[in-house]
């Protein structure tokens, strides 16, 4: 069973522009969640998707976004990219919003660069 | 709101000594707890969970107690291998009003075991 793909793998950009990552989950997963990591902030949730619905939100300002699909993949957008946005974006996948003590899978993360 | 305190690393040990990785937690509700491990370049992978007070997660030799009067999961291995050097995350979810199902980390310890 192949576990979460998150494409690309890394990525440059410059300020003021946008960019979208991207996660494939584990396949039967419905539930997708996007965690950035800096060496400063750790790891901060930014927000999940269950059945294309965004259920849950992190504390990121509007220009962080996403969506999934009806296959249950998801994508993240940021716009307007600040320096401070150069991080290690990872997503999760699980079989349902459910109870606190189900897995999350992790992919690999993209690891963006923002000059 | 929850929060997840960890010793402060990095922690460097030699070829079979014992690890002891502090964790403090501060949570609503009855949250369930976790260690995650990143391997270098690569995501999150779930290494135990315990989801009520008492309970023992353990794999791969590492253990650690949800301690509910203590608020503390300390992860502990008898003997570790250079293979164990990652970096260690603590984290919690708790059902509580906008935030379930999100993952609270704690900063992260860096283990590095010299042979």
């Known amino acids: 069973k192949a576990g979460v793909t998150q494409t690309p793998r890394y990525l440059i950009k410059t300020r003021g522009q946008q960019v979208t990552l991207s996660c494939s989950p584990i396949s039967g997963h419905r539930s997708v969640s996007w965690y950035q990591q800096t060496p400063g902030q750790g790891l901060q949730f930014l927000f999940e998707y269950f059945s294309e619905t965004q259920r849950n939100k992190g504390n990121f300002p509007g220009r962080f976004s996403g969506r999934q699909f009806s296959n249950s993949r998801s994508e993240m957008n940021v716009s307007t990219l600040e320096l401070g946005d150069s991080a290690l974006y990872l997503c999760?996948?699980?079989?349902?919003?459910?109870?606190?003590?189900?897995?999350?899978?992790f992919g690999s993360g993209t690891q963006l660069s923002v000059l | 709101g929850n929060s997840v305190t960890q010793m402060e690393g990095p922690v460097t040990l030699s070829e079979e000594a014992f690890l002891t990785i502090n964790c403090t937690y501060t949570a609503t509700g009855y949250p369930s707890l976790f260690w995650y491990v990143q391997y270098p370049g690569e995501g999150l992978q779930l290494l135990l969970k315990a989801t009520k007070a008492d309970d023992k997660g353990s794999n791969k030799g590492f253990e650690a107690t949800y301690r509910k009067e203590t608020t503390s999961f300390h992860l502990e291995k008898g003997s570790v291998q250079v293979s164990d050097s990652a970096v260690y995350f603590c984290a919690l979810i708790s059902i509580s009003s906008g935030s379930a199902r999100q993952l609270t980390f704690g900063s992260g310890t860096q283990l590095t075991v010299l042979p």
């Open positions: 999760a996948s699980s079989l349902y919003v459910a109870a606190t003590n189900e897995k999350l899978f």
